[in-house]
C-alpha cells in the first residue's frame, strides 16, 4: 500500500525532512542488500498512544546487526529514545515504525569495508495488512525458505526478503492473499513476513526457530498470551498435510498482528471461520496493545501523541 509521507525521520541522532533522508545510488545496500530493519506498531490508547515492545524490537535490530557485522553506534536505550523522539516530532498515532541499519556510499564489492553505517527511523500512518476479518485464504509456496547456513534466518535482513517477494508475487499472481512457506526438508516454515500457528485437539502449535523461522515479537506475544490463559503450546516441526487438518491456522506479525487463515490451497480450514483460540488470543493481543486491558506482560511504551483511531483487527 502507498507510504503516506509525515514531516521527519531520525538519522544517526539527528531528525531531518522526510524528503531529506536520501541514498546515494551506489550505496552498498542498493547493490548488496546489506541492511537490517525492523517493523514496529504504535496503537491507539485510551489516553494516548504506545509502542508494541518496543526494547524487543530494538535489541531484535541490535542482534540482526551483529550477526551482519554491522556495528551499530547506539544503544538499546538510544534506538528506543529515538523512536519516541520521532513519533512524537511527527504527531502521528498510531502509527508503523520502521527501523533500518544500511551498509551506506562507500566503496563498492562484495566486502563492506569501507562503507559507513547509516541509522534511520521513520514512522507513517498503517492500517490493515491483510484484508478482512473472516480469514484470508493462502497457499503453499514453491518457493523453500532459506537453508540452514546459506543466510540467517535469525537476522531480519533487508535481502531475506528478495525470497519473501518471491513468496509474495507467486501467492499474488495466483489468487492468494498470502503464500507459505516450507523449509528444506519440506517442512512448515513461516509466511513471507508472518509467522505461523496451528491449532488441532486444542493444542497451539508453531514450527520452531530451527525451521528457518524469524524470532517473530508478535510470535513471542502470541505464545506469552496463549500460556497466560492456559493453553497447551508446542513449538515443533510441523508437516504441511497438517495444516490442512488443523482446526484453526493464523499467522502472526507486527504488520499481520493475528490473521486467521480460512483456506489452504483452496482446502477449507474446518468451518472456514476464525476459531474460538484463534478468536481468544486475537481479543487478549488487541485489548493489551490498545490498553483496554491491563499491560500485564510490561509491553507498551507511552508516547505523548493522542491516537487518530485504534488500529485493530
Not at 566503496?107 to 480469514?135: H, L
Request: proline residues 7%; charged residues 20%; aromatic residues 8%.
Amino acid at each position: 500500500m502507498p507510504i503516506q509521507p509525515t514531516s521527519k525521520i531520525w538519522h544517526n541522532g539527528n531528525l531531518i525532512p522526510w524528503e531529506q533522508a536520501t541514498i546515494h545510488v551506489m550505496s552498498h545496500v542498493v547493490h548488496y542488500g546489506s541492511s537490517v530493519f525492523e517493523g514496529i506498531r504504535c496503537y491507539a490508547q485510551p489516553h494516548g498512544s504506545a509502542v508494541f515492545r518496543l526494547p524487543e524490537h530494538m535489541q531484535r535490530l541490535i542482534d540482526s546487526a551483529k550477526i551482519y557485522r554491522m556495528a551499530l553506534p547506539y544503544s538499546l536505550d538510544e534506538l528506543c529514545a529515538a523512536v519516541v523522539d520521532v513519533i512524537e516530532a511527527n504527531g502521528v498515532a498510531p502509527c508503523y515504525i520502521r527501523p533500518i541499519v544500511i551498509r551506506g556510499y562507500g566503496e563498492i564489492g562484495v566486502s563492506p569495508k569501507g562503507s559507513p553505517i547509516e541509522v534511520y527511523v521513520a514512522n507513517f500512518p498503517w492500517g490493515k495488512y491483510m484484508p478482512g476479518n473472516d480469514g484470508v485464504d493462502v497457499c503453499i509456496s514453491s518457493w523453500n525458505r532459506l537453508a540452514p547456513n546459506t543466510m540467517p534466518a535469525l537476522a531480519k535482513a533487508g535481502a531475506n526478503y528478495m525470497n519473501s517477494q518471491l513468496i509474495r508475487m507467486e501467492a499474488d499472481i495466483n489468487g492468494y492473499a498470502e503464500g507459505i512457506a516450507l523449509d528444506v526438508n519440506g517442512l512448515v516454515s513461516e509466511g513471507s513476513g508472518e509467522n505461523i500457528f496451528i491449532v488441532r485437539n486444542g493444542v497451539l502449535y508453531t514450527p520452531t526457530l530451527a525451521n528457518s523461522a524469524l524470532s517473530g515479537i508478535t510470535r513471542d506475544s502470541v505464545l506469552t498470551i496463549a500460556r497466560h490463559l492456559g493453553l497447551a503450546v508446542t513449538e515443533q516441526a510441523i508437516p504441511r498435510e497438517l495444516l490442512y487438518i488443523a482446526d484453526e491456522v493464523f499467522f502472526t506479525g507486527t504488520a499481520a498482528e493475528v490473521t486467521p487463515i480460512r483456506s489452504i490451497d483452496r482446502i477449507q480450514i474446518a468451518d472456514g471461520k476464525p476459531g474460538e483460540i484463534t478468536k481468544k488470543i486475537a481479543d487478549e493481543f488487541f485489548s493489551i496493545a490498545n490498553g483496554l486491558k491491563p499491560d500485564r506482560f510490561g509491553w507498551l511504551t507511552p508516547v505523548k501523541v493522542n491516537a487518530v483511531e485504534p488500529v485493530t483487527a
